[in-house]
């Protein structure tokens, strides 16, 4: 008996130790940010085109979101920490609006980690490119890179990144409470685990709630 119940002490100090923690594997975000869909678990990933670790982890980060449960909704944010970042968000924006984004949005992580076609903060090359590859004409890429909504976006975007507390990218913020990045949990692997336990967590949260 007395083995049997140190077997099973040593089962649960494992479990316990397995499961992430917050302030280890996560941590809480700085300030509650809204999110859009009250019906969904909303995963947002927080990144910029020129972070080559953002570049490494999308490929991982595209396969794990295709499984995702039908009740979580996966987003990408422009993470903006400084100035020079703002051009990619640009063109994220610009992408989105000519519906070019699954087109064309890990292309650009290869167009400037691998090709090295491209400096992630230079405007006009950015609008060459999604012209080029989008096979559009250049006027139309201007307009919506230089758009009115673009510009909203990107200045939302940027309140978003300073209010969740983030300090790097990639991160990865759980319905506006938590986030967790390889950083923070200690690698990419680490860190989707860590997502898939916070998701969990919303869950049985948002169920309390009704």
Partial sequence: MKLLL???????????????????EYIS??????????????VVELFWYGCPHCYV?????????????KDVEFKRLP???RPEWVPGA??????????????????????IHKQKVI?????????????????????KVEEAYNSFSA??????????????GATGVPTLMIEGKYLTSSTIAGGNDEALKAADYLIEKARKEKAGKR
């Fill in 6 to 24: 140190t077997i099973l002490l040593a089962l649960i100090s494992f479990t316990a130790a397995a499961e992430p923690q917050l302030g280890v």
């Fill in 29 to 42: 975000s700085q300030q509650a940010i809204p999110t859009e869909n009250p019906t969904k678990i909303e």
């Fill in 57 to 69: 982890l999308d490929p991982q980060l595209s396969a794990w979101v295709r499984k995702l449960p």
């Fill in 79 to 81: 993470g903006i920490a």
């Fill in 90 to 111: 640009k063109a994220f924006y610009a992408m989105e609006t000519l519906n070019l984004t699954e087109k064309l949005h890990s292309a650009l992580f290869a167009a």
């Fill in 119 to 139: 400096n992630p903060s230079d405007d006009a090359g950015l609008v060459d490119w999604i012209t080029k590859q989008g096979g559009l004409d250049r006027k």
């Fill in 151 to 164: 510009n909203t976006k990107v200045m939302h975007a940027a309140q978003v990144f300073r209010n969740s």
